[in-house]
């Protein structure tokens, strides 16, 4: 079982519509999570952090997170096709001062 | 004013060479990381430094040799560079604390090995 899990995709949706970006983790002990946004060839940009259960918005961007369930989410409302990228769920486990990322999930907004 | 820089920003050398990357940091911060992104994007930890010290070795071979000469650099030596060690190499780094370690990335550094 892989650390974090995500689904590749890609994730298809409409300009404005909300994208749900899902990613689940196998160490109960992880105490922090991230969301990464990264263009092709570049490097990864932090969008979002979430430390304790229930949700955390900002601007058009929610993270959610469920430790019972090991599971992170993120929503993106009115999606853009600037916001067309791979977004990649990264977890703090066990207090290791590293991330351990999943292998991306490749979101494509149409016009 | 770039936070977290490195170079070389490309890099094309043959198998058996010897190469090395350098990061630097102006963000204050007291950790840093090497990050390795091969050709199906996966990222993954190589090794961290807090304040100089290594902290964190992935089961890296020991051809990869960091080194950190102050807590605002981190520089990635490697040894008889493989084909298999073509990809992309990110330094990135944190602070220390309650923050929950979020890390910046640098640019990257392409590697590839001929």
């Known amino acids: 079982q892989k650390e974090v899990e995500q689904n590749s995709g890609p994730l298809s949706v409409p300009e404005g519509a909300i994208a749900s970006l899902n990613c689940t983790y196998s160490?109960?002990?992880?105490?922090?999570f991230f969301w990464y946004r990264q263009y092709s060839g570049k490097s990864p940009e932090l969008i979002m952090s979430?430390?304790?259960?229930g949700d955390k918005e900002d601007g058009r961007f929610t993270a959610q997170l469920n430790k019972a369930s090991q599971y992170v989410s993120l929503l993106i409302r009115d999606s853009q096709p600037s916001d067309s990228a791979t977004y990649l769920c990264?977890?703090?486990?066990?207090?290791?001062?590293?991330?351990?990322f999943g292998t991306g999930t490749r979101l494509l907004v149409s016009p | 004013d770039t936070a977290v820089s490195q170079t070389p920003k490309y890099l094309v050398t043959q198998m058996g060479n010897d190469k090395s990357i350098k990061c630097e940091q102006n963000l204050g911060h007291d950790t840093m990381y090497w990050y390795k992104q091969d050709s199906k994007k996966f990222l993954k930890i190589m090794f961290s430094?807090?304040?100089?010290?290594?902290?964190i070795n992935e089961t890296v071979p020991n051809r990869f040799s960091p080194k950190s000469p102050d807590k605002a650099h981190l520089n990635l030596h490697i040894n008889s560079l493989e084909l298999g060690d073509s990809a992309v190499y990110f330094c990135?780094?944190?602070?220390?604390?309650?923050?929950?370690?979020?890390?910046?990335f640098g640019p990257g550094t392409r590697l590839t090995v001929t």
């Open positions: 979430i430390y304790s259960n």
């Open positions: 430094y807090n304040n100089k010290e290594l902290i």
């Open positions: 990135a780094s944190s602070p220390t604390g309650t923050s929950g370690y979020e890390q910046y």
């Open positions: 160490d109960r002990g992880s105490q922090s």
């Open positions: 990264a977890v703090t486990p066990g207090g290791f001062q590293k991330l351990v």
